[in-house]
C-alpha cells in the first residue's frame, strides 16, 4: 500500500499562485511515477500533469502548460505542483496518485490515490 496524502490548498484570487504538496508513504517512492489530477463540481475527475519515476518525462494537460509545474523529491517522498496565474477554471479537488511503472494521463490506470485538497480560486 502507498498511503498519499495532499496540502497546500486553499483559497486564492485570480492570478494568484498556490503550491500543493504531495506526502507519500509505505513502499518504495521511487517504484512510482506520480500524477495530480483535478475535480471540479458537476465534472468528471480530469488529469492535470503527470512525472515518471525519476522525473525526466513530464507532460500536462493543455490548460495548464505553462502556468503549472509538477516536480518531485524523492529524498523527501514528495511531489509537488506549483500552480501560477491561477483561473476561476482551476476550482477544483487536487488529488495526487501513484502509478507503479510509468507516468500516464488516464486516472483508471493509477494505482493510489489521496484524499485531495481543495483550491478555490476567486474573480
Known amino acids: 500500500q502507498v498511503q498519499l496524502v495532499e496540502s497546500g490548498g486553499g483559497l486564492v484570487q485570480a492570478g494568484g499562485s498556490l503550491r500543493l504538496s504531495c506526502s507519500a508513504s509505505?513502499?518504495?517512492?521511487?517504484?512510482?511515477?506520480m500524477g495530480w489530477f483535478r475535480q471540479a463540481p458537476g465534472k468528471e475527475r480530469e488529469f492535470v500533469a503527470t512525472i515518471s519515476r525519476f522525473g525526466n518525462n513530464i507532460s500536462y494537460e493543455d490548460s495548464v502548460k505553462g502556468r503549472f509545474t509538477i516536480s518531485r523529491d524523492n529524498a523527501k517522498n514528495t511531489v509537488y505542483l506549483q500552480m501560477t496565474s491561477l483561473k476561476p477554471e482551476d476550482t477544483a479537488v487536487y488529488f495526487c496518485?501513484?502509478?507503479?511503472?510509468?507516468?500516464?494521463?488516464?486516472?483508471?490506470?493509477?494505482?493510489?490515490w489521496g484524499h485531495g485538497t481543495q483550491v478555490t480560486v476567486s474573480s
Open positions: 496518485a501513484a502509478r507503479y511503472s510509468g507516468p500516464a494521463h488516464f486516472s483508471d490506470t493509477f494505482d493510489y
Open positions: 509505505g513502499r518504495t517512492f521511487t517504484n512510482y511515477a
